[in-house]
């Protein structure tokens, strides 16, 4: 039941008497506002109207919390927005979400600015640059934080699939920025919805050069070293070295000491790396230039190279190796090491591992190490246990003179 009061005052509210069920008392004035009168006594502002078709209610206080002068303010803006076609509780609802939580692009932007550059190394700041600007702005930025759910995760990394390394590392640099959310009270606690989206199965990938390979890549760079002197110099240290692509770009002249290269932060932190004779070589062949600091120097005045995949791409054509990263001379540098029978633990030593995991992956390559020593011995025995050194007709068979 509804009844209708010339006008909602303090007084006339206060006069009304509370029924035995709810009532509603409707103003004489502002048509759609209200007041609700319970049967326990309490008495709530209230507004009724439609918008866009639909029956809306609106409540605006309880009697005593707010004035019925207020109680008519708010009820003259819902139903002036009403007439516009706007629904007050989704305008609400939106501006509560944008002070709440802001968008991805502006989680970005902290990340980015805030986060980056004091935790992570310069070459992890520009991968996590490059995986935000390429990937995660285009994907999420206008999105608000918290309205970011585990299905929008798993689709933004299903879009990936084609290429999952990079998939990977995208899914991994967001989910770094989603607990960031929650540090930074962007978002609730365990909330973070790149939770149970599983990473692709990645492949490691291992290629090594053979001394072959290895001779036809000299040949190259011999005939390279007037047309870009300071890449050619560059490969040769990384095949010579088992050094990391960055540490080698990076390299300072103040690093160079007598037999090892002083690195005081590649990606495992300071380290020692051992030269010997043929770096020495290299390191010789470079011409310094003046104010410049870097070994390998870049096109412009005191710059180091910048760039060693576009000349590594040139290379690996003339020298038929297409399939073969910078990152493999690192392997092969490992490769060759065991060939020659160092020790896992002593070719950790000389990458810079620090963890034994890290260099476990060459194991295999031990393991074909021992089993060729295992034939061969083997294979010794076998002459003679074997009886493989005895022609059809009982005879030993020729050998070589021994001297006795």
Partial sequence: MANRISKLTKRSV???????????????????????????????????????????????????????????????????????????????????????????????????????????????????RHMVERFIVPAFGNRQIAEVERKDIAEFHFR??????????????VSKMFNLAEVWGWRSDNTNPCRHVKPYEERKRERFLSEEETARLAEVLRRAEREMPSAVAAFRLLLLTGCRMSEIQTLRWEYVKEGRLELPDSKTGARTVPIGPDVQAV??????????????????PGSHIGNLQRPWSIIRGRAGLEDVRIHDLRHSFASRALALGESLPMIGKLLGHTQVQTTARYAHLAQEA?????????????????DRNRSDDGSEEAGPATGR
Wanted: aromatic share 8%; net charge positive; hydrophobic share 40%.
């Fill in 283 to 300: 390191l010789a062949s470079i011409p310094r230039e003046p104010d410049n600091p870097w070994v390998i120097a870049g096109r412009f």
């Fill in 14 to 128: 206060e006069a009304i008497q509370p029924a035995a069920t709810d009532m509603v008392y409707w103003d004489g004035d502002l048509t759609g506002f209200g007041i609700r009168v319970r049967a326990s006594g309490r008495k709530t502002y209230v507004v009724q109207t439609r918008i866009r078709g639909r029956l809306r209610w609106f409540t605006l206080g309880r009697h005593g919390l707010v004035t019925a002068d207020e109680a008519r303010l708010q009820a003259l803006d819902i139903l002036s927005q009403a007439m516009r076609g706007i629904d007050p509780r989704e305008t609400a609802k939106a501006e509560s979400r944008d002070k709440a939580s802001p968008t991805v692009a502006e989680l970005a932007r902290r990340f980015s600015e805030e986060y980056v550059p004091s935790h992570c190394k310069p070459s992890t700041q520009a991968h996590y």
């Fill in 370 to 386: 021992v089993q060729s020593a295992a034939t061969r011995v083997a294979g010794s025995i076998g002459d003679t246990l074997l």
């Fill in 160 to 173: 990936m699939r084609k290429t999952p390394y990079q998939a990977n590392r995208a899914l991994g640099v």
